[in-house]
């Protein structure tokens, strides 16, 4: 069973800090992407990478994908209250790529 | 344009009762899965199907059973409901595979059941 880990767990932090979100595993990803969850709705896409130490950056959020394709990092830059949420990292795994595995999870409450 | 459409939202059975759980998309994914939510977990794989009729099973199949027989919904049954199925079930479509082109999942809102 392949997994893949998130750390931490939970974060609680306040409005203006920065913070990064860690999706570790030791299998290998042909992609992989996050996820934000708010209370009482699914999942909700937020990036994609494919290749091997890409970064993407969407408005305060960057996202990196290892060089060896096992792991991905969430960066958030002064953050608000309305980045609260879980936050699900999902990898294809090579051979298997019509299904995701998530990760454990990361829960970030921004207070005011 | 509804997405991902799952009903009920929530639900409350009785040891050994059954049920299912629908799920209908109007996007005409090919692709569709439906996972468990547990408190402060992931989401794990129950079943999915690439295609109508066709289905194959994820991490923890036992104690449910799906059917494709359109390309716009795709049922979850469960049979001899028992406590350790309390959960929150999401269903989710895809087209192509997630992960291809920046293509991901759309996900429904979920269905919270508890077994008791």
């Known amino acids: 069973t392949q997994l893949l880990e998130q750390s931490p767990q939970f974060l609680s932090i306040q409005e203006g800090e920065n913070l990064t979100v860690y999706c570790n595993s030791s299998?290998?990803?042909?992609?992989l992407q996050w996820y934000r969850q708010e209370p009482g709705e699914g999942p909700v896409l937020l990036v994609t990478?494919?290749?091997?130490?890409e970064v993407k950056k969407l408005k305060r959020l960057t996202f990196q994908f290892g060089d060896a394709r096992k792991d991905s990092s969430l960066h958030i830059t002064a953050a608000q209250t309305g980045d609260t949420g879980l936050y699900l990292c999902a990898g294809a795994v090579r051979g298997a790529t019509n299904k995701l595995i998530f990760g454990t999870g990361t829960l970030l409450a921004v207070q005011p | 344009n509804a997405g991902v459409t799952q009903t009920p939202k929530f639900r409350i059975l009785k040891i050994g009762q059954s049920m299912t759980l629908q799920c209908t998309q109007d996007m005409n994914h090919n692709y569709m899965y439906w996972y468990r939510q547990d408190p402060g977990m992931g989401l794990k794989l129950i079943y999915y199907?690439?295609?109508?009729?066709?289905?194959d099973k994820g991490e923890v199949p036992n104690g449910y059973n799906v059917s494709r027989s359109t390309t716009e919904d795709f049922p979850l049954r469960l049979e001899l409901a028992a406590p350790s199925q309390t959960s929150v079930y999401f269903c989710?479509?895809?087209?192509?595979?997630?992960?291809?082109?920046?293509?991901?999942?759309?996900f429904g809102s979920g269905t919270r059941l508890t077994v008791v």
């Open positions: 299998s290998v990803f042909s992609s």
């Open positions: 989710a479509s895809s087209y192509p595979p997630a992960g291809w082109g920046g293509y991901g999942y759309t």
């Open positions: 199907s690439v295609g109508a009729g066709i289905t």
């Open positions: 990478v494919v290749t091997g130490g």
